[in-house]
Nanobody
Framework: QVRLVESGGGLVQAGDSLRLSCAAS????MGWFRQAPGKEREFVAT????????TYTDSVKGRFTISRDNAKNTVYLQMNSLKPDDTAVYYC???????????????????WGQGTRVTVSA
């Protein structure tokens, strides 16, 4: 049973920073997705097993950084210069064991966390 537990969300002002964490029960290719009110879930970032390959959606490039600590089986999403448009529930997701490629497609991820809410006020 793969468990993913997110933490670190909250209410911040525009321009502030937050760091989200996702503790996993093993080591997997990981991704962060988000879902804003009334919108579909969208890809944010992904990282490979070793942490050497990362991909971001255009709207967060230069502001968000995905990283991982494999000793702790934890993936992070450092979010800087937050904007009101970043307001969403953020989900971490894991690909199945033996999947080594990163992906920006939600259907490629087998396991999902419960989500953590991020609210950015203007």
């Amino acid at each position: 049973q793969v468990r993913l537990v997110e933490s670190g969300g909250g209410l911040v002002q525009a321009g502030d920073s937050l760091r989200l964490s996702c503790a996993a029960s093993g080591r997997y290719v990981m991704g962060w997705f988000r879902q804003a009110p009334g919108k579909e879930r969208e890809f944010v970032a992904t990282i490979n097993l070793s942490g050497t390959t990362t991909t971001y959606t255009d709207s967060v490039k230069g502001r968000f950084t995905i990283s991982r600590d494999n000793a702790k089986n934890t993936v992070y999403l450092q979010m800087n210069s937050l904007k009101p448009d970043d307001t969403a529930v953020y989900y971490c997701a894991a690909r199945s064991m033996f999947r080594v490629a990163t992906s920006s497609t939600a259907d490629d991820y087998a396991y999902w966390g419960q989500g953590t809410r991020v609210t950015v006020s203007a």
